[in-house]
Protein backbone atom coordinates (compact mmCIF):
# COMPACT_ATOMS: atom_id res chain seq x y z
CA UNK A 1 0.00 0.00 0.00
CA UNK A 2 1.64 3.19 -1.27
CA UNK A 3 2.20 5.97 1.97
CA UNK A 4 -0.34 8.10 0.50
CA UNK A 5 -3.29 5.91 0.78
CA UNK A 6 -1.91 4.92 4.22
CA UNK A 7 -1.91 8.32 5.60
CA UNK A 8 -5.40 9.13 3.99
CA UNK A 9 -6.59 6.20 6.29
CA UNK A 10 -5.21 7.39 9.10
CA UNK A 11 -6.66 10.56 8.64
CA UNK A 12 -9.90 9.10 7.41
CA UNK A 13 -9.92 7.18 10.74
CA UNK A 14 -9.12 10.37 12.84
CA UNK A 15 -11.72 12.96 10.98
CA UNK A 16 -14.04 9.84 11.21
CA UNK A 17 -14.06 9.45 14.91
CA UNK A 18 -13.83 13.60 15.29
CA UNK A 19 -16.94 14.25 13.47
CA UNK A 20 -18.62 10.86 15.05
CA UNK A 21 -17.84 12.33 18.06
CA UNK A 22 -18.71 16.14 17.00
CA UNK A 23 -22.11 14.72 15.45
CA UNK A 24 -23.40 12.98 18.72
CA UNK A 25 -22.66 16.41 21.13
CA UNK A 26 -24.01 18.81 18.75
CA UNK A 27 -27.12 16.74 18.13
CA UNK A 28 -28.05 16.51 21.98
CA UNK A 29 -27.16 20.41 22.16
CA UNK A 30 -29.51 21.54 19.39
CA UNK A 31 -32.31 18.93 20.90
CA UNK A 32 -31.73 20.54 24.28
CA UNK A 33 -31.56 24.18 22.82
CA UNK A 34 -35.08 23.33 21.21
CA UNK A 35 -36.42 21.81 24.26
CA UNK A 36 -35.18 24.71 26.61
CA UNK A 37 -36.85 27.60 23.66
CA UNK A 38 -40.37 25.33 23.82
CA UNK A 39 -40.12 25.11 27.74
CA UNK A 40 -39.59 28.93 27.86
CA UNK A 41 -42.45 29.30 25.59
CA UNK A 42 -45.07 27.36 27.73
CA UNK A 43 -43.65 29.21 30.74
CA UNK A 44 -44.62 32.48 29.35
CA UNK A 45 -48.14 30.94 27.67
CA UNK A 46 -48.59 29.72 31.56
CA UNK A 47 -47.42 33.03 33.58
CA UNK A 48 -49.27 35.08 30.64
CA UNK A 49 -52.38 33.09 31.69
CA UNK A 50 -51.94 33.47 35.55
CA UNK A 51 -51.63 37.40 35.33
CA UNK A 52 -55.14 37.24 33.09
CA UNK A 53 -56.39 35.42 36.40
CA UNK A 54 -55.09 37.58 38.71
CA UNK A 55 -55.72 40.54 36.73
CA UNK A 56 -59.71 39.53 36.42
CA UNK A 57 -59.64 38.67 40.30
CA UNK A 58 -58.45 42.11 41.30
CA UNK A 59 -59.85 44.33 38.95
CA UNK A 60 -62.80 43.19 36.70
CA UNK A 61 -64.56 40.37 39.15
CA UNK A 62 -65.36 42.90 41.85
CA UNK A 63 -66.78 45.64 39.30
CA UNK A 64 -69.18 43.30 37.45
CA UNK A 65 -70.47 41.70 40.71
CA UNK A 66 -71.52 44.75 41.96
CA UNK A 67 -73.67 45.53 39.01
CA UNK A 68 -77.32 44.64 38.68
CA UNK A 69 -76.81 41.90 36.31
CA UNK A 70 -74.50 39.95 38.43
CA UNK A 71 -77.63 38.56 40.55
CA UNK A 72 -79.97 37.40 38.40
CA UNK A 73 -77.66 36.19 35.24
CA UNK A 74 -74.07 34.34 35.70
CA UNK A 75 -71.56 36.29 34.43
CA UNK A 76 -68.26 34.01 33.48
CA UNK A 77 -66.23 37.12 33.32
CA UNK A 78 -66.46 37.03 36.94
CA UNK A 79 -64.43 34.25 36.78
CA UNK A 80 -60.38 33.96 36.20
CA UNK A 81 -60.21 30.75 35.06
CA UNK A 82 -62.41 31.60 32.68
CA UNK A 83 -60.99 34.76 31.87
CA UNK A 84 -57.82 32.93 31.19
CA UNK A 85 -59.37 30.43 28.72
CA UNK A 86 -61.71 32.74 26.73
CA UNK A 87 -57.97 35.20 26.31
CA UNK A 88 -56.00 31.69 24.90
CA UNK A 89 -58.98 30.77 23.01
CA UNK A 90 -58.19 34.24 21.05
CA UNK A 91 -54.23 33.26 20.92
CA UNK A 92 -55.20 30.12 19.48
CA UNK A 93 -57.24 31.70 16.19
CA UNK A 94 -53.18 32.59 15.33
CA UNK A 95 -51.73 29.32 16.93
CA UNK A 96 -54.20 26.55 16.55
CA UNK A 97 -51.18 23.64 18.24
CA UNK A 98 -51.33 25.90 21.47
CA UNK A 99 -53.17 24.66 24.08
CA UNK A 100 -54.06 25.80 27.53
CA UNK A 101 -56.34 23.84 29.86
CA UNK A 102 -57.59 24.18 33.49
CA UNK A 103 -58.45 20.45 33.73
CA UNK A 104 -60.12 19.45 37.13
CA UNK A 105 -61.49 16.24 38.28
CA UNK A 106 -65.00 18.00 40.02
CA UNK A 107 -65.10 21.01 37.51
CA UNK A 108 -68.01 23.39 37.37
CA UNK A 109 -67.80 23.57 33.76
CA UNK A 110 -68.01 20.32 32.11
CA UNK A 111 -65.82 21.01 29.03
CA UNK A 112 -63.10 21.48 31.65
CA UNK A 113 -63.39 17.40 33.16
CA UNK A 114 -60.09 15.92 33.02
CA UNK A 115 -59.12 13.35 30.63
CA UNK A 116 -57.33 10.18 31.30
CA UNK A 117 -53.64 11.23 30.90
CA UNK A 118 -54.47 14.78 32.96
CA UNK A 119 -56.32 13.05 35.77
CA UNK A 120 -53.13 11.39 35.64
CA UNK A 121 -51.45 14.54 36.17
CA UNK A 122 -53.06 16.20 38.79
CA UNK A 123 -53.24 13.14 40.97
CA UNK A 124 -49.39 13.09 40.47
CA UNK A 125 -49.68 16.48 42.27
CA UNK A 126 -52.12 15.02 44.75
CA UNK A 127 -49.45 12.18 46.10
CA UNK A 128 -46.38 14.97 45.57
CA UNK A 129 -47.43 18.18 47.46
CA UNK A 130 -44.61 19.93 47.35
CA UNK A 131 -44.16 19.66 43.59
CA UNK A 132 -44.96 23.33 41.74
CA UNK A 133 -44.51 22.34 38.62
CA UNK A 134 -44.04 19.28 36.20
CA UNK A 135 -42.66 19.39 32.96
CA UNK A 136 -43.12 16.42 30.44
CA UNK A 137 -43.55 15.21 26.20
CA UNK A 138 -46.19 13.56 24.98
CA UNK A 139 -46.89 12.12 21.33
CA UNK A 140 -50.21 13.81 19.66
CA UNK A 141 -51.60 13.02 16.32
CA UNK A 142 -50.07 16.44 15.22
CA UNK A 143 -46.83 15.66 16.58
CA UNK A 144 -44.59 15.54 20.08
CA UNK A 145 -46.00 18.27 22.69
CA UNK A 146 -43.81 19.62 25.23
CA UNK A 147 -46.20 20.34 28.05
CA UNK A 148 -46.10 22.54 31.65
CA UNK A 149 -47.91 21.26 33.89
CA UNK A 150 -49.09 23.05 37.85
CA UNK A 151 -51.23 22.12 40.29
CA UNK A 152 -54.97 24.27 40.72
CA UNK A 153 -55.09 24.32 44.88
CA UNK A 154 -59.00 25.24 46.15
CA UNK A 155 -58.35 29.26 47.67
CA UNK A 156 -60.22 30.78 49.80
CA UNK A 157 -62.09 32.82 47.08
CA UNK A 158 -62.97 29.54 45.18
CA UNK A 159 -64.56 27.83 48.36
CA UNK A 160 -67.58 30.51 48.23
CA UNK A 161 -69.15 28.73 44.52
CA UNK A 162 -67.41 25.10 44.84
CA UNK A 163 -68.09 23.79 48.70
CA UNK A 164 -72.17 22.67 48.25
CA UNK A 165 -74.79 23.84 46.00
CA UNK A 166 -76.57 25.62 49.02
CA UNK A 167 -74.52 28.42 49.08
CA UNK A 168 -73.27 28.61 45.75
CA UNK A 169 -74.56 31.82 43.04
CA UNK A 170 -77.84 30.75 41.95
CA UNK A 171 -77.11 32.23 38.72
CA UNK A 172 -74.21 29.56 38.86
CA UNK A 173 -76.39 27.25 39.50
CA UNK A 174 -79.22 28.10 37.10
CA UNK A 175 -76.11 27.97 34.27
CA UNK A 176 -74.07 25.08 35.29
CA UNK A 177 -76.86 23.01 37.68
CA UNK A 178 -76.15 21.77 41.03
CA UNK A 179 -74.16 17.89 40.16
CA UNK A 180 -70.80 18.89 39.59
CA UNK A 181 -68.27 21.58 40.84
CA UNK A 182 -69.02 20.97 44.36
CA UNK A 183 -66.95 19.41 47.03
CA UNK A 184 -64.36 21.22 47.12
CA UNK A 185 -61.86 21.09 50.27
CA UNK A 186 -59.51 24.49 51.38
CA UNK A 187 -55.87 24.04 50.01
CA UNK A 188 -56.62 20.61 47.99
CA UNK A 189 -55.74 19.79 44.85
CA UNK A 190 -58.68 20.38 42.88
CA UNK A 191 -57.02 20.30 39.00
CA UNK A 192 -53.89 21.27 36.89
CA UNK A 193 -53.66 24.02 34.46
CA UNK A 194 -51.59 22.34 31.80
CA UNK A 195 -49.89 24.55 29.01
CA UNK A 196 -49.12 22.49 25.74
CA UNK A 197 -46.72 23.28 23.01
CA UNK A 198 -46.10 21.76 19.89
CA UNK A 199 -42.20 20.89 19.44
CA UNK A 200 -42.43 20.36 15.53
CA UNK A 201 -41.16 23.52 14.44
CA UNK A 202 -38.20 23.77 17.26
CA UNK A 203 -37.17 20.31 16.11
CA UNK A 204 -37.42 20.73 12.48
CA UNK A 205 -35.07 23.39 12.88
CA UNK A 206 -32.87 21.71 15.02
CA UNK A 207 -32.77 18.58 12.20
CA UNK A 208 -32.06 21.04 9.86
CA UNK A 209 -28.96 23.08 11.79
CA UNK A 210 -27.72 19.34 12.50
CA UNK A 211 -27.96 18.40 9.13
CA UNK A 212 -25.95 21.64 8.00
CA UNK A 213 -23.45 21.56 10.36
CA UNK A 214 -22.76 17.51 9.11
CA UNK A 215 -22.63 19.19 5.47
CA UNK A 216 -20.04 21.89 6.49
CA UNK A 217 -18.16 19.14 8.23
CA UNK A 218 -17.89 16.85 5.65
CA UNK A 219 -16.67 19.48 3.05
CA UNK A 220 -14.35 20.56 5.39
CA UNK A 221 -12.98 17.15 5.70
CA UNK A 222 -13.15 16.55 2.29
CA UNK A 223 -10.96 19.69 1.46
CA UNK A 224 -8.89 19.08 4.55
CA UNK A 225 -7.64 15.68 2.90
CA UNK A 226 -7.00 17.12 -0.08
CA UNK A 227 -5.01 20.28 0.77
CA UNK A 228 -3.30 17.47 3.21
CA UNK A 229 -2.58 15.37 0.16
CA UNK A 230 -1.29 18.40 -2.23
CA UNK A 231 0.69 19.10 0.67
CA UNK A 232 2.08 15.62 1.34
CA UNK A 233 3.11 14.97 -2.49
CA UNK A 234 5.29 17.92 -3.04
CA UNK A 235 6.72 18.19 0.15
CA UNK A 236 7.18 14.61 0.86
CA UNK A 237 5.98 11.97 -1.90
CA UNK A 238 7.55 13.78 -4.68
CA UNK A 239 10.81 14.38 -3.43
CA UNK A 240 11.32 10.79 -2.00
CA UNK A 241 10.17 9.65 -5.46
CA UNK A 242 12.75 11.49 -6.74
CA UNK A 243 15.54 9.43 -4.25
CA UNK A 244 13.83 6.27 -5.33
CA UNK A 245 13.98 6.74 -8.86
CA UNK A 246 17.79 7.56 -8.81
CA UNK A 247 18.53 4.71 -6.63
CA UNK A 248 16.79 2.21 -8.64
CA UNK A 249 18.85 3.82 -11.67
CA UNK A 250 22.30 3.47 -9.95
CA UNK A 251 21.49 -0.26 -8.73
CA UNK A 252 21.00 -1.06 -12.01
CA UNK A 253 24.61 0.29 -12.89
CA UNK A 254 23.64 4.03 -14.24
CA UNK A 255 25.94 6.03 -12.34
CA UNK A 256 26.12 8.50 -14.27
CA UNK A 257 23.48 10.21 -12.66
CA UNK A 258 23.16 14.10 -11.65
CA UNK A 259 23.19 14.34 -8.28
CA UNK A 260 19.66 15.91 -7.06
CA UNK A 261 18.73 19.14 -5.80
CA UNK A 262 18.69 19.85 -2.11
CA UNK A 263 15.95 22.06 -1.37
CA UNK A 264 15.50 23.42 2.41
CA UNK A 265 16.73 22.05 5.62
CA UNK A 266 14.34 19.84 6.21
CA UNK A 267 14.53 15.64 6.58
CA UNK A 268 13.72 15.02 3.20
CA UNK A 269 16.19 17.57 2.23
CA UNK A 270 19.12 15.96 4.69
CA UNK A 271 17.86 12.31 2.78
CA UNK A 272 18.55 13.77 -0.38
CA UNK A 273 21.77 15.25 0.92
CA UNK A 274 22.61 11.90 2.28
CA UNK A 275 21.67 9.86 -1.10
CA UNK A 276 23.59 12.49 -2.71
CA UNK A 277 26.68 11.89 -0.60
CA UNK A 278 26.15 8.19 -1.14
CA UNK A 279 26.06 8.19 -4.59
CA UNK A 280 29.24 10.64 -4.91
CA UNK A 281 31.07 8.06 -2.93
CA UNK A 282 30.27 5.18 -5.04
CA UNK A 283 31.30 7.31 -7.90
CA UNK A 284 34.82 7.09 -6.31
CA UNK A 285 34.41 3.61 -5.12
CA UNK A 286 34.30 2.97 -9.11
CA UNK A 287 36.67 5.46 -10.65
CA UNK A 288 39.26 3.21 -8.03
CA UNK A 289 38.77 0.20 -9.00
CA UNK A 290 38.86 1.07 -12.72
CA UNK A 291 42.04 2.26 -12.03
Not at 61 to 73: A, F, G, R, V
Not at 91 to 116: I, K
Not at 152 to 164: D, F
Not at 195 to 220: E, K, T
Request: with cysteine.
Amino acid sequence: MKLLAKFNLVLIFIFGLGISLIAYFAYNFLMDNARQQVLQQAELMAASASATKDYTDQHVSPILEKTPQHSSDFLAQTIPFSAANVTFKYLRSSYPDYVLREAALNPTNLDDRATEWEVDLINYFRNNPNQTQHVGERSTPTGQVLYVAAPIVAAQGCLQCHTQPSIAPKAMIRHYGPDHGFGWKPNDIVGAQIVSVPMSVPIALADRGFHNLLISLGAIFLLTIVLIDLAMYFIVIRPLRRVSKSADLISKGEIDQPLLAVNGKDEIAEVTASFNRMHTSLIKAFEMLNG
